[in-house]
């Protein structure tokens, strides 16, 4: 599919990691666009050369050579992995990763007690926020934990708050209730359900929908209403159709921050 692009003359590629507690999730950029994505579950424990194979083999599906990749950086909040990982990237793509952390330039400023603490998948997200879509903003990551995070005019990174993610919700409810079934997290037709699955999706969904207008409600309260509220996380789609509070939902936030990053760092490289 990419063969062409990599005959042509000063073409390359970069991949993009985010590693997260629940989902390893990767994308290959040419320039400014994303080719495709692919998504590993984090919590299999694998080698550098199951990690490495499995690289390889998304590119070759893509028709990409290992020669194209140009570069790799990685966000990353699961350090046991990142061993086999790195290693990985180093044996099978011949590159040293770049990891968002310590000395990198974000063009964001983190003022929390312990600016060291902010896991980099928050400030990667606030990164591609603020740069894409404008600041002051509130941004929403539903991923295994759900935050929301301000960042002001300024490019400031002011803080945030942490709830259970909806998954974490579902599976507390089917684990610790013996009669109650594990379900999909799907938008029922009603609150008000006549059996049992539909009254599970309903609780789940539609009050995780009030807790996130609420804590909107209340950044803006705190903050002032001017400001942007984006979305993103595998299950942010389902919470976004079903409100007007959220502005905007971004799939490929992560991706795009990574992005940033990288080109902010480039030269320095």
Known sequence: MFRNLEEERGIHMLIVID???TNIT???????????????????????DEYGSAIVNFLNVLNI??????????????????????NA????????????????????????????????????????AYNIYGGPCLIIDFG??????YVNEKAVFEGGAT???????????????AQ??????????????????????????????????????KVKKEKGKDLKVIATGGLGRIIYEETNMIDVYDRDLSFKGLKIIYDRNRESK
Do not use: C
Not at 165 to 171: D, K, N, V, Y
Not at 180 to 187: D, F, G, Q, V
């Open 26 to 48: 990767l994308g290959v950029y040419h320039q400014d666009k994303i080719l495709r994505t692919f998504r590993l579950t984090t919590k299999m424990k694998r080698t550098s």
């Open 180 to 217: 109650l079934p594990e379900i999909a997290i799907k938008t029922p037709a009603k609150v008000i359900s006549k059996n049992t699955i539909e009254s599970m999706q309903a609780g789940l969904v539609y009050g995780y929908i009030g807790q996130t207008e609420y804590l909107i409600k």
């Open 163 to 177: 709830a259970p993610g909806i998954e974490i919700s579902a599976q507390a409810l089917w684990s610790q209730a």
């Open 89 to 128: 990237i180093r044996k099978y793509l011949n590159k040293e990763p770049i990891i968002v952390g310590p000395g990198i330039k974000t063009g964001i400023a983190v003022q929390i007690d312990n600016p060291k603490s902010l896991g980099a998948d928050r400030l990667v997200d606030a990164v591609a």
């Open 65 to 86: 050579s290992v020669d194209a990749v140009e570069d790799v950086i990685i966000s990353s909040v699961v350090p046991m992995i990142m061993h086999s990982f790195n």
């Open 144 to 149: 295994t934990a759900t935050t929301y995070d």
């Open 19 to 21: 590693i997260g507690n």
